[in-house]
C-alpha cells in the first residue's frame, strides 16, 4: 500500500510542477477542475494501457517517449508565451487540445510505470485509482498556486510559466 502511495505521489510530481507553470494563464476554476479531472484520468488509464500493451507496444512503435514529452510541451510552452504578449480582457481559456496535450505529457510516465505493473501490485485497478486521486488533486493544488502567482505578478508570470515549460521539454530530450 505505502509502496503504491509512494508511486502515486511520485508520478503526481510532473503534474504538479507542470501545472504550477501552466496555471500562471489565469485560467477559470471551470478550467481548472477540468484540466485537473482530465489528468486524473489519464492517470487511471495510463497504467492500465500499459499493463495490457506492455513491451509488446515499444516493439511495434518505436517512440522515444521523452521527445514525445518535449514536443507537447515545448508546444503548450510557446503557445504560453504568444498568449502571453496579448491583451486579456477576460480570463484564458483552455482548449481541449491543450488539456489533452498536458494531461498526456504528465501521464506518459504512468504508462512506463505500467509495464511492470504485474511486478508493482496485485490490485491494478486500486493502484491506477490512487495514481488518478493523487495526480488530479496535485494538479489542482499547483493550477491554483499558479494562478495565485498570475494575479500576483500579471503577464510575467505567464511568460515564466512559459519558459519553464519550454525548460522541463528540453530537459525530457537531454
Not at 488533486?137 to 499558479?146: A, K, M, S
Not at 511568460?159 to 519553464?164: A, K, N, P, R, T
Request: net charge neutral.
Amino acid at each position: 500500500m505505502w509502496k503504491i502511495i509512494l508511486i502515486a505521489i511520485s508520478l503526481s510530481m510532473d503534474a504538479f510542477s507542470l501545472a504550477l507553470s501552466y496555471g500562471t494563464n489565469g485560467l477559470n476554476k471551470k478550467d481548472i477542475q477540468t484540466l485537473s479531472t482530465t489528468v486524473g484520468i489519464f492517470h487511471f488509464f495510463m497504467p492500465l494501457i500499459g499493463m495490457f500493451l506492455g513491451n509488446t507496444l515499444l516493439f511495434f512503435i518505436n517512440i522515444n517517449t521523452d521527445v514525445l514529452v518535449f514536443v507537447i510541451l515545448s508546444f503548450i510552452g510557446i503557445e504560453m508565451l504568444v498568449e502571453s504578449f496579448k491583451k486579456k480582457e477576460v480570463f484564458y481559456l483552455v482548449t481541449r487540445l491543450e488539456v489533452l496535450l498536458f494531461a498526456l505529457a504528465v501521464s506518459l510516465d504512468s504508462l512506463s510505470i505500467g509495464i511492470g505493473f504485474s511486478l508493482l501490485t496485485s490490485s491494478p485497478i486500486f493502484s491506477s485509482l490512487t495514481f488518478a486521486l493523487m495526480s488530479a488533486f496535485f494538479t489542482y493544488v499547483g493550477l491554483r498556486i499558479g494562478d495565485f502567482a498570475n494575479k500576483k505578478l500579471g503577464s510575467i508570470a505567464t511568460i515564466i510559466g512559459g519558459l519553464i515549460l519550454l525548460f522541463l521539454g528540453i530537459l525530457y530530450i537531454i
